[in-house]
């Protein structure tokens, strides 16, 4: 990613979203094609795609914004890593963020790891409410405040 800058049309968020190694990761209880659609078309919103994928940040409220990421499988590890430090830094430097929350499911062991490795700190843990498979398992809720990373 030589120049960050925000996705503006949900054809590549939904093509990587709806991709059979990514979907079932980000799809939760929904059945169907994903669309990010009216997510993107919101202006507090902000998405980046790159190579192998992308972040999505959505407005909370004033200064916290809830991150959703999505990442093939070749870009899984140190570009995925990498990709998010960008993101988070233009977030900082471009928008009145302070806060990034982020949800990550119990038996995803990757965006488990990723969260750590991207200094994010668990806070709390919510029993049973991703279903993945057939089953359900619980989602720990981890956040990074601007200025601790």
């Known amino acids: 990613m030589d120049k960050l800058t925000p996705e503006t049309d949900a054809v ?10 990514i979907y079932p990761y980000v799809c939760g209880p929904l059945v169907g094609v994903l669309d990010a659609t009216i997510l993107v078309n919101n202006p507090k919103n902000i998405f980046f795609c790159g190579e192998f994928g992308g972040c999505g940040f959505i407005w909370m409220e004033d200064g916290q914004y809830e991150l959703h990421s999505f990442c093939l499988p070749e870009g899984r590890g140190r570009w ?3 990709n998010f430090n ?19 499911p119990q038996n995803n062991r990757m965006a488990q790891g990723a969260a750590r490795i991207c200094k994010f700190v668990k806070y709390a843990t919510t029993a049973g409410v991703w279903l993945f498979e ?5 989602i720990d809720s981890y956040v990074l405040y601007k200025g601790v990373e």
Request: with cysteine; aromatic share 8%.
């Open 134 to 138: 057939g089953n359900t398992y619980d």
């Open 12 to 21: 590549r968020i939904n093509r990587l979203v709806n991709d059979p190694s």
């Open 80 to 82: 995925a890593r990498d």
């Open 86 to 104: 960008l993101c988070r830094d233009w977030m900082w430097a471009n928008t009145a963020a302070t806060k990034i929350v982020t949800m990550v």
